[in-house]
């Protein structure tokens, strides 16, 4: 099997802040760590194009550098990771002969493989670093706000997620993410930040990352409870093999909503109509819980020539690309956690009332 390397510089090579994430290619091929120090030796790590067509941490990366920073002069020291720039340079996810670099992480499911020790040694450096956070930039398809997700519900990890949005996500699957295998050592998020190419993804994106560098510490003191919006995901939901779907008036089996994306982060009553049911021979969808348990009919009602959900329920991740649709899923089920910090719950393994350890939340696409 081949060995994979990652790079590490420990400066900026020139030349590379002027080209897009498709470009980058020409001047690194692959895995690449770039060190550049500030003021506050305690690095903030940030991690882009993990998947190569998400571009947003990248352009926001070379924003902040060219404009803000030109002569590096920052105020805490960067620790970039080019991800998959050979995935960039065709702006796809991966290639076809690559894993899903976000689940070869240290923790996954990946086989062992050059990849998942490459990941490992990448692993390893972050945590010799002590960082005062890790990032890790991505993109999504459909309308989704933009949102941090985390892994640990601790004070100093919602109060991160925060600054970024005021809802905040709380997984752990998929198994083998970057922001996962990192929990247990410092704060560390996922960033989902729109689709790819939007400008106000990069702006807030750009602020986001801004604003971190400019942090003293991450407080650990209790969050406001009003202020964060606390989800996790309980069900993911696909269309059932065989049944033909599509959207609007269309005479498919299943006519899902024309605007269906408009429910992303929306939380939907009882009652709330997915779309048209043209046929009922099948099933015509399937919510699978964490678990991998068939948990539709706790969710959806499917009659009256109607797909309708039985309970309040928010969905994520709802988008109207068929290729989506059909690799991935359709959407993501949501739960509101409430959640009640008390002086105690601070340490990395406890989980504030009503989580508990067998909630094992499900899988955005990441
Ligand atoms: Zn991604």
């Given at each position: 099997m081949v060995a994979l390397d990652f790079k590490e510089l420990n400066h900026m090579p020139d030349g590379l802040l002027e080209r897009p994430a498709s470009a980058l290619y020409q001047q690194i091929d692959g895995p690449t760590l770039i060190h550049l120090e500030g003021q506050n030796k305690c690095p903030l790590v940030v991690s882009v194009l993990q998947h190569g067509n998400e571009v947003t941490g990248w352009e926001a990366v070379r924003r902040l550098l060219k404009n803000h920073y030109p002569n590096y002069e920052l105020p805490r020291s960067l620790v970039i990771l080019i991800g998959n720039p050979q995935a960039a340079k065709h702006r796809l996810r991966r290639l076809d002969d690559q894993p899903d670099f976000n689940r070869c992480w240290p923790g996954g499911n990946e086989v062992d493989s050059a990849y998942t020790r490459?990941?490992?040694?990448?692993?390893?450096?972050?945590?010799?670093?002590?960082?005062?956070?890790?990032?890790?930039?991505?993109?999504?398809?459909?309308?989704?706000?933009?949102?941090?997700?985390?892994?640990?519900?601790?004070?100093?990890?919602?109060?991160?997620?925060?600054?970024?949005?005021?809802?905040?996500?709380?997984?752990?699957?998929?198994?083998?993410?970057?922001?996962?295998?990192?929990?247990?050592?410092?704060?560390?998020?996922?960033?989902?930040?729109?689709?790819?190419?939007?400008?106000h993804g990069t702006d807030h994106t750009l602020s986001y990352l801004e604003t971190c560098l400019h942090l003293d510490e991450i407080s650990s003191n209790p969050v406001n409870a009003e202020a964060v919006h606390l989800f996790h995901m309980v069900a993911t939901v696909y269309v059932n093999d065989g049944v033909l779907f599509g959207f609007g008036r269309v005479p498919a089996d299943l006519a899902l909503r024309q605007d269906l994306d408009r429910f992303n982060f929306c939380e939907l009553p009882a009652g709330t109509s997915f779309g048209d049911l043209n046929s009922l021979s099948k099933q015509p969808l399937v919510a699978v819980n964490p678990d991998g348990a068939d948990v539709t009919a706790d969710y959806f009602f499917f009659g009256q020539g109607q797909v309708e959900t039985t309970r309040e329920i928010m969905p994520s991740m709802l988008t109207q690309d068929r290729r989506v649709i059909q690799q991935d899923c359709l959407c993501y089920l949501m739960d509101r956690i409430h959640f009640e910090f008390d002086e105690a719950v601070t340490g990395p393994d406890q989980l504030p009332e009503g989580i508990n350890r067998s909630d094992r939340p499900g899988a955005p696409t990441l």
């Open positions: 490459l990941f490992r040694q990448v692993h390893d450096r972050f945590r010799e670093l002590k960082p005062l956070a890790v990032i890790d930039i991505h993109n999504n398809t459909g309308l989704n706000p933009h949102y941090a997700a985390i892994n640990l519900i601790r004070p100093d990890y919602l109060r991160l997620a925060a600054l970024f949005s005021s809802k905040v996500v709380y997984f752990t699957m998929p198994a083998g993410t970057l922001s996962l295998s990192m929990a247990q050592y410092c704060p560390s998020l996922t960033l989902e930040c729109g689709q790819a190419g939007e400008i």
